[in-house]
């Protein structure tokens, strides 16, 4: 069945600084790619996500690319700020239900002023 | 906008007790999920449904039971708890089946099993 493997953290950086949390995954076919946000005490939130190869996903300055060839979504942002501060998730589908996900471990990322 | 919403937030119980999670949605999505949330575990799909009366079981369903009477609302019942079971249990729900669509949280239930 369809898996991910994600970096896993934590992650502590800099306001500023470069974010890149990585992602892989297996799949059957081309599925959909997600990260998904939770910020502390609340429930996952979608940040981004592409639907097909070469997509790339973006929302609140991140980005991510669909990459066929790698098998991968990595996660990036070229200046994170203190309210980024938050556990990331990838995901794509379980199996071969779009309603269904399986996701990586989470990273959790931490920026200081 | 009420969006996802789960009751309790917090919860203690005694190995071997019975409880149902709530969990509703103000959205008329015809598929609803749950899952459990473990340290260094990511997020497991315990039971799904795809709509009123239709449930089916997840990654990590034993122990659990699930219901849909209404598209609104979809319990999750510890028929046992146990303390494998101490997690935070998510609620889910998705408009569509469609490629890439997107899921709708409610904010947590932590449980405790002692």
């Known amino acids: 069945g369809n898996s991910v493997t994600q970096m896993e953290g934590p992650v502590t950086l800099s306001e500023e600084a470069f974010l890149t949390i990585n992602c892989t995954y297996t799949?059957?076919?081309?599925?959909?790619l997600f990260w998904y946000v939770q910020y502390p005490g609340e429930g996952l939130q979608l940040l981004l996500k592409a639907t097909k190869a070469d997509d790339k996903g973006s929302n609140k300055g991140f980005e991510a690319t669909y990459r066929k060839e790698t098998t991968s979504f990595h996660l990036e942002k070229g200046s994170v700020q203190v309210s980024d501060s938050a556990v990331y998730f990838c995901?794509?589908?379980?199996?071969?239900?779009?309603?269904?996900?399986?996701f990586g471990k989470g990273t959790l990322l931490t920026v200081n002023p | 906008n009420a969006g996802v919403t789960q009751t309790p937030k917090f919860q203690v119980l005694k190995t071997g007790q019975s409880m149902t999670l709530q969990c509703a949605q103000d959205?008329?999505?015809?598929?609803m999920s749950w899952y459990r949330q473990d340290p260094g575990m990511g997020l497991r799909l315990i039971h799904y449904?795809?709509?009123?009366?239709?449930?089916d079981q997840g990654e990590v369903p034993n122990g659990y039971n699930v219901s849909r009477s209404t598209t609104e609302d979809f319990p999750l019942r510890l028929l046992s708890a146990a303390p494998s079971q101490t997690s935070v249990y998510f609620c889910?729900?998705?408009?569509?089946?469609?490629?890439?669509?997107?899921?709708?949280f409610g904010q947590g239930t932590r449980l405790t099993v002692v």
């Open positions: 799949a059957t076919g081309y599925p959909s």
């Open positions: 449904s795809v709509g009123a009366g239709i449930t």
């Open positions: 995901a794509l589908p379980l199996g071969g239900s779009n309603y269904k996900l399986t």
């Open positions: 959205m008329n999505h015809e598929y």
């Open positions: 889910a729900s998705s408009q569509t089946g469609g490629r890439g669509t997107e899921a709708f």
